[in-house]
């Protein structure tokens, strides 16, 4: 009978946590496609791009308050792996995703069915030399021109999609964006400069 006790508990346990754990349905639509800067057209269908999706939410506060644009590229969570481009140029459909982060909190924090979080979406090119690019920062870290990168607007969504009766929540509000190729270190160096410049000036008059 105790085995069957805590048996039960164990499983209403597991029940209860997923429950607790809402889902999105990781895809773009026609009027949110991903393009190259470069040509202005949507990047083709296939495995030469990846794309990934990004969450943030922080617990016990108003997440409709928070200035996600403002966020530094670390503060977000990347939920799951890439997908590539598909089933078409400019569209991903990479299916759900669990809204769960770890970053800023001190333990796994998952934004429950009905609540709402801040999602991004970010590509950038599959290989480097011939090697793989797992990552948008492994991207953004090789400081070379050939590659391309960027991310989308952050969208504000409603988590749905536990039980898995309840369809996944669609990211209405997505934009679509384009990627740029990867600003080389000197350049970067360059544009800090500039900055500082710029504020000095300012302060002078």
């Known amino acids: ?34 393009r190259s800067s470069l040509s202005g057209a949507n990047l083709p269908a296939g495995t030469s791009y990846r794309v990934s999706l990004y969450f943030y939410a922080q617990e016990g506060v108003n997440n409709a308050t928070i200035d996600a644009a403002a966020l530094p590229l670390e503060a977000w969570t990347q939920i799951g792996t890439f997908t590539g481009i598909n089933p078409v140029a400019g569209r991903f459909n990479g299916g759900s995703r669990a809204a769960t982060t770890t970053v800023g909190t001190t333990a796994p924090y998952a934004a429950a069915p009905g609540a709402s979080a801040w999602f991004q979406v970010r590509a950038w090119s599959a290989l480097f030399g011939g090697n793989p690019l797992p990552t948008y920062e492994a991207a953004m870290a090789t400081g070379d021109s050939s590659v391309l990168a960027g991310y989308s607007p952050p969208v504000y969504v409603p988590v749905t999609g536990n ?43």
């Open 1 to 34: 009978m105790n085995k069957t006790l805590i048996t039960t508990l164990c499983t209403m346990c597991v029940a209860v946590g997923l429950y607790a754990q809402g889902t999105v349905a990781f895809q773009n639509t026609s009027g949110s496609t991903i």
């Open 163 to 205: 039980p898995p009766s309840v369809p996944d929540a669609i990211m209405v509000g997505l934009q679509g964006f384009s990627i740029s190729p990867v600003p080389e270190p000197a350049a970067i160096g360059l544009g800090i400069l500039g900055l500082g410049a710029l504020l000095m000036l300012r302060r002078r008059k």
